[in-house]
DNA sequence: AATGAATGAGGGTTCATTCAT
DNA sequence: CATGAATGAACCCTCATTCAT
């Protein structure tokens, strides 16, 4: 009687809070660079004791990336679901990746700088997540250009990786304590990118020496 | 006079020729996921030989990437010799930067993703070049918001690691053979920030949190 | 008188499950090859769980190799019983065994195999029964041999391994599925055997280096 | 001039006697039981040291094996060469096994005991050595019959076996300074083997239910 | 009677680096 | 200049085993 199943969410929330930990560790020292043993040390559980936990060093830092992912992709549909202006839509959008950036700033790092790190199934896992949500971003970026303009893929494309860019470089750069605050930053980028976004059109256009079109890029930010 | 130093000039050019396949194994593998014996197998030198080239592993880091930073300074310097507008010294300073990224892809990979890689003494050195650079570039959006408006420091500082994030996040999804070309993509990108900066303004300021002035402001984005 | 102690008989079948399981497992892959995880996995039982069947691995192996031992000791003196004519014995002797071997390939392949990787008592003790049933079978051979001719000890004795040689080593290649009949492989070795042992008197006494008697020879072989 | 490479001289010399000593270890503890580190102890050699010989423990084993089988199948190929006689060819092939047996002991109980510690091509590679050895002893014992009598295909596999199993379970029982001389064993091994096998016939024929033949084996011992 | 959680010890292997030649 | 040979330190991971429940 009373609660159920204690001991499932005790598991639970250790394996949690070994996600964090070790979102950490990677974040400051790098995937390669950091040891099990380090995470063992800093968590106070033994070098085998994290084996229960997690099968391999690849797979802890293959939870890391697919929590958080799954964690902005639940928040950002969350936020979008009865907005429906496009303008909106984008600044939902910049705002939410931002905020989450701020808010999980390790896991976000590890996220960005350590794709590389997963092989195989691990990987691919990862780069499914990756590509939805991209495909979120070039949607909503579809409609802003069709409100206002036309929509040249490549342009789009473009535009899509140039917002990332921006968003994720701030890994290397933005401190939530010490600089602007969040909010401000991400109203700030956005409103660089939909000023230039705008007004863009086909830039260069003509000085493109490759005629074919290319498509819908398969790579999320980068497979 | 004599002979000048033939020894001397070969002992250069293998090393560079190391450097350069150095560049393209740690960009592929990452730098801590790369042995030196990878490096031995794909030179067809010996293990201990290399380090007839080298003190350690992390110079030859280093070495990679004070080379390129040190080509991609002089590079820009040069171009922006008797420039005067400040809106074509930006178009130069992207084009600059793409163009080299574009030809020297695996030494930009390992300078934007190694970088946490170095400590001490060589971190110290890349770091103090890596800021002449922004210094550089922040000099020049000063110019330009200087010509159109005003200048306040913490939008810059925000514009200019927006634009290195545009610019420096292509290592993750830009192939120049598979993509649109350099220029067209320099082009797009210097546009769709030159739009954005202009009109950008002290976007959000008044979200923010923080108490320090930021200067006059302008006119609201949505006017 | 009451009820004879259910829970005992459902412990002592569950444990006679579990020898048997880890006989084939340790056939498969060798004692110090499977994990104690390897043998949870496949029974179903926890790892803590087994612990409850056996103090520890090598008392399992322990186990099984003593409860395959006496099945064969057991077994042999029942069918031996009430035959006399010495042939007739050596015959029993090698059928019985085959069909032991036949029947439990795992636990046979198990106690001829992993011998040596018992230690201490455990391995004292098999020593004893192996040595026991030893006994028997070199008592087999000299009513034989009484029979038909000398008894030389060490003649007898290397007999004796070699016809546990030939019987052992069907480890190695027999299947009771794919090859013969145990009856015919019993039959063929057996005659094998006997003819060879009937004739082959003190061979190559006079080769030896040994200087110790070895008792009055008899006729040479190929005499 | 003079003596050409006794550096690479050198490097094989340590490496056999490398060989040599694992296959000393691996014959008393068992292979799966045997640590690198043992063999690092007892060689005086680094633990990484090793790996400069080896590329990994499996490798180890297969060259302690190869080796052998090599030198097993030379040996005899040679003592074969001008001798005709079927009888003088078994005699020949039997003295020659133990012979060898008893000169490399610990490798050959490697050989034998621990084929199932091989995986991959390390042990498809074995197993071929191991078939070229049963046929050649196969065709001996072929000729035996053809000469003496019938030569049932499945008669011969089971007595090849049969003399496999004597000769090899000697490596459980036989110590060539405590027991009886190798020339002495061999020639009492062989003359229980041929007096046996000349007349064997075809016992227990009547007894077989499967009544498919068999073909020859693909097992060489046992693959 | 059974298990989830945990651990110390040790496994095979790779690493950057050195040094005599 | 260049290398073959060697090493100490560290790596990830698995093991048999225990103990509170």
Chains 1, 2, 3, 4 share one sequence.
Not at 100 to 105: E, M
Request: charged share 30%.
């Amino acid at each position: 009687m009373g609660q159920a199943a204690p001991v499932s969410t005790n598991h639970q929330e250790k394996l949690e809070r070994l996600l964090e930990l070790s979102a950490e560790i990677f974040a400051d020292k790098g995937y390669h660079n950091t040891s099990i043993r380090d995470i063992a040390r800093a968590s106070g559980v033994s070098l085998a004791g994290l084996y229960y936990y997690f099968r391999s060093k690849e797979e802890l830092l293959f939870r890391i990336q697919e929590r958080l992912l799954r964690t902005v992709l639940d928040d950002l549909r969350r936020r979008l679901d009865d907005v429906h202006d496009p303008r909106e839509r984008l600044r939902i959008f910049v705002h939410s990746h931002l905020r989450v950036f701020a808010q999980r700033r390790p896991a976000m790092k590890v996220l960005v700088h350590e794709y590389d790190s997963l092989t195989g199934e691990h990987r691919e896992h990862i780069r499914a997540l990756r590509h939805e949500y991209m495909e979120t971003c070039l949607g909503i970026l579809r409609d802003v250009r069709r409100f206002c303009g036309s929509g040249d893929a490549v342009v789009l494309r473009v535009a899509a990786f140039a917002l990332f860019g921006m968003m994720n470089w701030t890994y290397t750069w933005y401190r939530p304590e010490q600089d602007v605050s969040v909010e401000r930053l991400a109203e700030q980028l956005y409103r660089l990118f939909l000023g230039g976004f705008l007004r863009s059109g086909d830039a260069g256009r003509h000085l493109d020496r490759c005629a074919e079109p290319l498509g819908p890029g398969d790579a999320p930010w980068r497979s």
